[in-house]
């Protein structure tokens, strides 16, 4: 039997990452998060595209958006000049794991 794994915020945040925009293309353009050119989106990103896309629960969002902002975890962390992606999806890892009981490995 295979199980499907929905895909969470950490995997989309491990696909492509970025700065001072929701989401952006390849050609580093802002695009909405929902938009089939979007390959990069940033902490709070991806937290909307899966609970548009991929099945987050209402619930589940704001209480991923809730840990991470009682921990400091803003779009201006996101966009620190020195942020590096594996920080945010580490970040992002812990906040699922917090919240929704998730291992802390990405979806390959």
């Given at each position: 039997?295979?199980?499907?794994?929905?895909?969470?915020?950490?995997?989309?945040?491990?696909?492509?990452?970025?700065?001072?925009?929701?989401?952006?293309?390849?050609?580093?353009?802002?695009?909405?998060?929902?938009?089939?050119?979007?390959?990069?989106?940033?902490?709070?990103g991806a937290v909307a595209l899966v609970l548009f896309k991929d099945g987050l629960q209402t619930s589940e969002s704001m209480a991923?958006?809730?840990?991470?902002?009682?921990?400091?975890?803003?779009?201006?962390?996101?966009?620190?000049?020195?942020?590096?992606?594996?920080?945010?999806?580490?970040?992002?890892?812990?906040?699922?794991?917090?919240?929704?009981?998730?291992?802390?490995?990405?979806?390959?």
């Open positions: 039997m295979t199980t499907t794994k929905r895909k969470l915020p950490s995997d989309y945040l491990a696909q492509g990452w970025c700065q001072s925009a929701l989401a952006r293309n390849t050609s580093d353009e802002s695009v909405p998060v929902r938009s089939p050119d979007a390959r990069a989106w940033c902490l709070y991923i958006d809730t840990w991470l902002r009682s921990r400091g975890y803003s779009g201006w962390w996101n966009d620190a000049p020195s942020r590096t992606q594996a920080e945010v999806v580490a970040v992002m890892l812990e906040a699922e794991a917090a919240v929704l009981g998730r291992s802390t490995e990405a979806v390959p």
